[in-house]
């Protein structure tokens, strides 16, 4: 698997033969998504996440535009937002983030929770929007099992990706493995676990080790696992640093021990316990 981590412009590929950066940046509750986004491309990173709730759509737009890589050479990914669930609604809302991006389309669109009674109405939206060739890839982020159980018989398209929380406190190897085996991507979200990993004692243990930061190590740990990854950071140095992976491989007993400290502990919502 690893063979194919080469640099942080690297990609995995989608079941429909889209390729898409396996290393990007995240702009939840980003402090100046503008100035992240650039220092970001000029980094070399080429996946940018956002959604229509973090408010920063434009922010992220006016960089992209701003920066002198080229609009396909960037892979967007952006979320339909809860309340905009339904056949009719989701459309609206793609259209709406389009509009605040300034962007004719999006690379990866996804249901960003799954909202009982909507979520297959919205998918059915999301099917209709790729077919239409309005997007280049469709998927979702936080589907259990469960959901997954409810929407794959209904699907004329499988997800492309999956996008979960993922840490070392957070593995969820059962559903990585039910993704793997149906051809959904899985990509992870707090990564970090906002921070918290710098906590965890084996990971400082791994830091010495291979004179990486404990961030480099657990990024590259979801490389490795073939997991695509969206760390946020809005300094500029961190923004740097926690791309400096690509120099270094995990051994496969270094790579066990991270996935030994996972204790199933969330730093975000469940989403099968969710009420916004
Ligand atoms: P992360 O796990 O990426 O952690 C971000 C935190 O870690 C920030 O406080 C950041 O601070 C800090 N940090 C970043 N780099 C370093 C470093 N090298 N050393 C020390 N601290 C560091 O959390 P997020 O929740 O933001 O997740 C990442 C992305 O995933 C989001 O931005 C969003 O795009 C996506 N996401 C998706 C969700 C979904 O439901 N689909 C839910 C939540 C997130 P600083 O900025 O100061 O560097």
Same mark, same amino acid.
């Given at each position: 698997?690893?063979?194919?981590?080469?640099?942080?412009?690297?990609?995995?590929? !989608?079941?429909?033969?889209?390729?898409?950066?396996?290393?990007? !940046?995240?702009?939840?509750?980003?402090?100046n998504a503008t100035k992240s986004v650039i220092k970001a491309l000029d980094v070399g990173y080429r996946l940018i996440d956002?959604?229509?709730?973090? +408010?920063?759509?434009? &922010?992220?737009?006016?960089?992209? #535009?701003?920066?002198?890589?080229?609009?396909?050479?960037?892979?967007?990914?952006?979320?339909?937002?809860?309340?905009?669930?339904?056949?009719? *609604?989701?459309?609206?809302?793609?259209?709406?983030?389009?509009?605040?991006?300034?962007?004719?389309?999006?690379?990866?669109?996804?249901?960003?929770?799954?909202?009982?009674?909507?979520?297959?109405?919205?998918?059915?939206? !999301?099917?209709?929007?790729?077919?239409?060739?309005?997007?280049?890839?469709?998927?979702? @982020?936080?589907?259990? #099992? +469960?959901? $997954?159980?409810?929407?794959?018989?209904?699907? *004329?398209?499988?997800?492309?990706?999956?996008?979960?929380?993922?840490?070392?406190?957070?593995?969820?190897?059962?559903?990585?493995?039910?993704?793997?085996?149906?051809g959904i991507k899985y990509e992870a979200w707090s990564p970090l676990m906002k921070g918290k990993i710098l906590e965890i004692?084996? $990971?400082?243990? $791994? @830091?010495?080790?291979? @004179?990486?930061?404990?961030?480099?190590?657990? $990024?590259?740990?979801?490389?490795?696992?073939?997991?695509?990854?969206?760390?946020?950071?809005?300094?500029?140095? #961190?923004?740097?640093?926690?791309?400096?992976?690509?120099?270094? &491989?995990?051994?496969?007993?270094?790579?066990? @021990?991270?996935?030994?400290?996972?204790? +199933? *502990?969330?730093?975000?919502?469940?989403?099968? +316990?969710?009420?916004?």
């Open positions: 698997m690893f063979k194919i981590i080469t640099d942080v412009q690297g990609s995995f590929e !989608l079941n429909n033969g889209v390729k898409m950066p396996y290393f990007g !940046l995240g702009v939840f509750q980003s402090e956002t959604a229509s709730i973090y +408010n920063n759509e434009n &922010e992220v737009g006016n960089a992209i #535009r701003k920066h002198d890589v080229s609009r396909k050479d960037i892979f967007v990914v952006s979320k339909v937002w809860n309340s905009d669930q339904g056949y009719d *609604s989701t459309i609206k809302a793609y259209n709406d983030s389009l509009k605040r991006l300034k962007m004719d389309y999006l690379d990866l669109y996804l249901i960003h929770w799954p909202v009982q009674n909507k979520f297959v109405d919205t998918w059915k939206a !999301l099917e209709y929007l790729y077919n239409e060739g309005r997007v280049k890839a469709i998927g979702v @982020s936080n589907f259990m #099992r +469960n959901h $997954l159980d409810e929407l794959l018989p209904t699907c *004329s398209i499988i997800p492309m990706v999956n996008q979960m929380e993922f840490h070392p406190r957070l593995v969820q190897q059962d559903l990585v493995d039910f993704c793997t085996e149906n004692e084996l $990971l400082k243990i $791994l @830091s010495e080790k291979y @004179s990486k930061t404990i961030v480099q190590i657990v $990024l590259r740990w979801n490389l490795q696992k073939g997991i695509i990854t969206i760390p946020k950071s809005s300094n500029p140095g #961190r923004i740097k640093s926690n791309a400096n992976i690509f120099d270094f &491989e995990l051994s496969t007993e270094d790579m066990k @021990s991270i996935d030994a400290l996972d204790r +199933n *502990s969330r730093t975000g919502p469940d989403p099968n +316990n969710f009420n916004f």
